[in-house]
């Protein structure tokens, strides 16, 4: 069945440098991805809407030049972290919709970035 | 963007009960609703959707949608401390689709 993929699961990384992380549509072709950032006990943030071969519409308050998004085909969006500090550590969550949310949406497993 | 509202809880049930959560909504556009579960520490799952008014059952999982009054609920019958977790509620598709979740509701099932 259709499932999302995100890679990797968990990432440390030193205050400064930069983190890729990949998010896969696996047996379906998905129109649209989204990020979410969600804090301990906090509610999922949506960050940004991605649509294939298009740049990504940030939220309010989502630096684009920090977090940058390339949705490079129909099964593949990546989200990079740049110049990661502290306060950026958090539970990074792509999703991924086939048919314009008429059927939900499905989620990668998230990824937790921790930045030392 | 659609406005949801869910009693963030915790709602505590025993074992064996029946678990009622409640979502209501602010946008009339929206055709359908989802269910989404979520573990602590883990990402969201979709669990059940609903597409018209009235009751969707599947399993021990019942979603039901009552358009005119813009409420849709889960009712998780028999429930197990397994169902212990985060449940979201979100609309789905009408214009331009932008999934955006309020906090849900927190389910403790206590043996």
């Known amino acids: 069945g259709a499932v999302v993929s995100q890679h990797p699961s968990w990432v440390i990384c030193k205050s400064g440098t930069s983190v890729k992380i990949e998010c896969r549509s696996l047996?379906?072709?998905?129109?649209?991805m989204f990020w979410y950032r969600q804090f301990p006990k906090q509610s999922l943030m949506l960050m940004a809407t991605?649509?294939?071969?298009?740049?990504?519409?940030?939220e309010q308050g989502v630096e684009k030049d920090k977090f940058l998004i390339n949705h490079a085909s129909l099964t593949l969006s990546t989200l990079t972290v740049t110049s990661a500090h502290p306060e950026d550590s958090s539970f990074y969550i792509c999703?991924?919709?086939?048919?314009?949310?008429?059927?939900?949406?499905?989620f990668g497993p998230g990824t937790r970035l921790t930045v030392t | 963007q659609k406005e949801v509202e869910q009693n963030s809880g915790p709602l505590s049930v025993p074992e064996g009960a029946i678990a009622s959560l409640n979502c209501t909504y602010s946008d009339r556009v929206s055709q359908s609703f989802f269910w989404y579960r979520q573990y602590s520490g883990k990402s969201p799952e979709l669990i059940m959707s609903i597409y018209s008014n009235g009751d969707k059952e599947d399993g021990r999982f019942t979603a039901q949608l009552n358009k005119a009054s813009q409420y849709v609920s889960l009712l998780i019958r028999d429930s197990q401390p397994s169902d212990s977790a985060t449940y979201l509620c979100a609309p789905g598709a009408g214009g331009s689709y932008i999934p955006t979740f309020g906090r849900g509701t927190s389910l403790i099932v206590h043996p």
């Open positions: 047996d379906f072709q998905a129109t649209t």
């Open positions: 991605s649509n294939e071969g298009s740049k990504a519409t940030y």
């Open positions: 999703s991924a919709s086939r048919d314009r949310g008429t059927s939900g949406i499905l």
